[in-house]
């Protein structure tokens, strides 16, 4: 598709230091493939699998239905969570300015992408500063755990907390991505340590999120063990940043690799499903390929707590904050039918047994 935000400029790519400027630049990158070009994977999430037993007697007024929910102790008006995304840009600031605004409107959950480039070049910390346009929202900072392995440490988790006035941190879990990145970081031996540390020292709940090749229950049992407080399997089944780093690769071989790589990981409801399994309390966010408010109702059905898009949400904001308005109110309305078609007054009633079946 074309990309709505293209007729703006974007002057902060021109004015930071070496680093700071390359990881700007490959930002806006970012932002343009996904909004340009297929990038998405053609492996499914695995909710084609799954099927609502429709009840033809609800005995509910729709008007009743309570989306409510609570997460690492913030009430929401729905079980939505804007996925991370983007920032760093004039471009990803005004798309970032929208979906906080939108988050704030309906009491959702927001996340920032990546705050690297702000630790790089902190002129741009303003493209991720949403907190005055969404005072009371759950909203989750982001840094790369990889990070931990290049100079990053306790002191730049905080500041990038801090900078977000965040209520969690979201450190992302990228090995493909990176592998496929020109000149990506692939140091991630000992990481585990340094995670463990981290979530000890830091004020706030720490969140391990994949980037879109999912989180095993072998995996996320380590995680748990040196003190995440709550997972998003970000899932195989939607974005593919193997197909993303492909389309920006400076050589045949990055290419290559790109597209080899390019439907590879797990299932989000196989992440889902397998995670809850082990871990019945943990608070868990299912992201990865989660299109409309019917794959949010089958991921909550499967056992999470919170169901992210980023896609929908990147399109909508790139045309206007109205195109967010009319997003959520379609998201919305589509979790209140399944509920209201499965006799489902309140979220808790979509994992009662018979509810889900598999095909």
Not at 126 to 148: E, H, M
Not at 320 to 338: D, I, R, Y
């Amino acid at each position: 598709m074309s990309n709505p935000l293209a007729h703006l400029s974007d002057p902060l790519l021109n004015s930071s230091s070496a680093d700071g400027a390359a990881t700007q630049s490959r930002k806006a990158d970012h932002l343009r493939v996904c909004l340009e070009d297929d990038v998405q994977s053609q492996q499914t999430t695995g909710f084609e699998r799954y099927r609502f037993m429709h009840c033809c007697l609800p005995e509910l007024d729709r008007s009743e239905i309570d989306l409510s929910t609570r997460f690492l102790g913030k009430t929401l008006n729905a079980p939505l969570l804007i996925s991370s995304m983007t920032g760093g840009t004039e471009l990803a600031q005004t798309i970032n300015y929208r979906l906080a605004a939108v988050a704030q409107h309906y009491k959702i959950a927001m996340g920032v992408g990546s705050q690297r480039v702000a630790i790089e070049n902190p002129q741009v910390a303003a493209t991720f500063a949403v907190r005055s346009l969404a005072p009371d929202i759950l909203l989750f900072a982001n840094l790369g755990a990889v990070q931990l392995n290049y100079h990053y440490g306790i002191e730049e988790c905080q500041r990038v907390v801090d900078s977000l006035e965040a209520d969690a941190l979201i450190l992302h879990l990228n090995p493909l991505q990176e592998c496929v990145q020109t000149q990506g970081d692939t140091n991630f031996r000992g990481l585990l340590g340094k995670i463990s540390r981290l979530c000890e020292k830091l004020p706030v709940p720490v969140i391990a999120k994949e980037v879109g090749n999912g989180i095993s229950a072998r995996m996320a049992q380590k995680l748990i063990e040196v003190g995440i407080s709550a997972i998003d399997v970000a899932g195989a089944g939607g974005t593919s940043w193997a197909r993303v780093e492909s389309e920006r690769a400076q050589d045949e071989r990055q290419r290559r690799l790109g597209k080899t790589f390019a439907d590879w990981g797990i299932p989000t409801a196989e992440c889902i499903t397998e995670i809850r399994a082990i871990a019945p309390s943990l608070p868990l966010i299912a992201s990865g390929g989660l299109r409309n408010g019917l794959d949010g109702a089958k991921a909550i059905a499967l056992g999470a707590d919170l169901a992210g898009l980023a896609l929908p949400f990147l399109q909508a904001a790139a045309d206007s904050e109205a195109a967010l308005h009319t997003l959520m109110e379609a998201l919305t309305a589509e979790l209140a039918t399944v509920m209201f078609c499965t006799g489902s007054p309140t979220l808790a009633g979509l994992r009662q047994p018979g509810v889900l079946r598999v095909l």
